[in-house]
């Protein structure tokens, strides 16, 4: 059944996200009407932008307007961040970019986040001129533009002159969800929500261009954001795309290290414990690969989140550090003075991350139970992101409460 204000929507398949990693127990859901898009693919990208390959388009669940018609982008009368009013119509001529984020999220909006930095990395200033990043706040029991200013600092991503967070009373919140078409379950008790996950890419006339959606798969931040900001240049008016930085998801290689590939073994020489310690997720367990260095100052903070998930799962997940072109007295030194009980190899010439394509560091590959790749994050991890990474991969896993 579709909304009658809204004709041109037809029902979607919706994900929701919890603005933790749990499962929530819905004391008093309310359920907002979730009026979407039809998707005009036949799977997740059949249809590519011009920048776009296909890993990429499905990566970010690609889901193209282009047998929809003119569908204009629904109006927004809120209060950004800074105080100010936000509407939808001081973006026209541009991009904007709109998703629902939760202000208390410390999971995945918060990966998400990092997506949009580095989406905005790959944009020319040119670009960034021409194109905004829009959300709209789906927790209305923290509805002051004080707490969105909070989470977009928390998250690097008030010093964006392009980033916009607008927020408002519950009512006008509400009001917003259901004129975009996003579910959000609300669970008063605990003030919590869970919302929808969908990217909306509105084009300079106002006109919603492409539909894509943001869930675990974004915590590959690297290609989910190229991808992002190559939407964006192609909703661009032609004369106005220019060079978007980056790279694409790369197609799939077998035996390769990329997503949905299963990665041949690979074996190191052991930091602690074991002699020789394997790359692979042989055991039947879900196996999370966490690259890093003595010398890196992300790592500091990454490696103790890491030992605290590995210990709180009780072994349920397998872990390895790999040591990259670190000494090895400066490696353990590190690794014995943050506490670190699970295993680690050493990496000594950089070959293990080389092949990986590790791009910086840290850098953390999940792989399944049978040893495909699952994710690839470069950048540091919370605790909380890990977890909800890894909850959302397998539900079962003790702890989710936590």
Not at 309 to 330: H, I, M, N, Q, W
Not at 347 to 354: E, L, M, R, V
Not at 377 to 401: I, K, N, Q, S, W
Request: proline share 7%; net charge negative; with cysteine.
């Amino acid at each position: 059944m579709t909304d009658p204000t809204t004709p041109h929507r037809a029902r979607r398949a919706w994900m929701l996200w919890s603005g933790a990693a749990v499962t929530l127990t819905l004391v008093a859901a309310i359920a907002v009407a979730a009026i979407g898009h039809k998707s005009t693919a036949t799977a997740a990208g059949d249809y590519l932008r011009a920048g776009l390959n296909k890993p990429t388009a499905d990566l970010l669940a690609l889901d193209p307007m282009t047998d929809e018609g003119t569908v204009k982008a629904p109006t927004m009368n809120l209060t950004n961040e800074d105080g100010t009013a936000l509407t939808l119509a001081e973006f026209r001529g541009k991009v904007a970019i709109v998703t629902v984020n939760d202000d208390q999220c410390t999971d995945q909006c918060a990966l998400f986040a990092q997506d949009i930095l580095a989406a905005d990395k790959d944009l020319t200033a040119a670009e960034r001129a021409d194109i905004a990043f829009v959300s709209i706040n789906a927790n209305p029991y923290y509805p002051r533009p004080a707490n969105t200013l909070a989470w977009s600092r928390q998250h690097g991503l008030a010093s964006l002159p392009n980033w916009y967070y607008g927020t408002g009373s519950p009512a006008q919140l509400a009001a917003t969800w259901k004129a975009w078409g996003e579910p959000v379950e609300l669970d008063p008790a605990a003030k919590t929500v869970e919302h929808g996950t969908d990217i909306f890419i509105v084009g300079p006339t106002g006109d919603e261009v492409d539909l894509a959606q943001f869930g675990s798969q974004s915590a590959d931040t690297g290609p989910f954001g190229h991808g992002l900001a190559q939407l964006a240049v192609d909703a661009l008016p032609a004369s106005e795309r220019g060079p978007v930085a980056g790279s694409n998801l790369a197609a799939p290689l077998a035996g390769g290290t990329g997503v949905d590939d299963t990665p041949a073994p690979i074996k190191l020489t052991a930091l602690n414990g074991a002699t020789t310690i394997s790359t692979a997720s042989d055991r039947g367990e879900y196996a999370v690969v966490n690259f890093w260095a003595s010398t890196c100052s992300a790592c500091t903070s990454e490696m103790p989140d890491f030992e605290r998930e590995y210990r709180e799962l009780g072994g349920k997940v397998a872990f390895l550090g790999v040591d990259v072109s670190d000494p090895t007295d400066a490696a353990r030194a590190f690794a014995e003075k943050y506490g670190v009980s699970y295993p680690l190899a050493a990496d000594p010439k950089g070959a293990t991350a080389g092949r990986f394509r590790v791009t910086g560091l840290p850098f953390t590959v999940v792989l399944s139970p049978t040893g495909k790749v699952l994710v690839r994050h470069p950048g540091a991890l919370t605790r909380d992101e890990l977890d909800f990474v890894l909850h959302d991969l397998d539900t079962a896993l003790p702890g989710a409460d936590s």
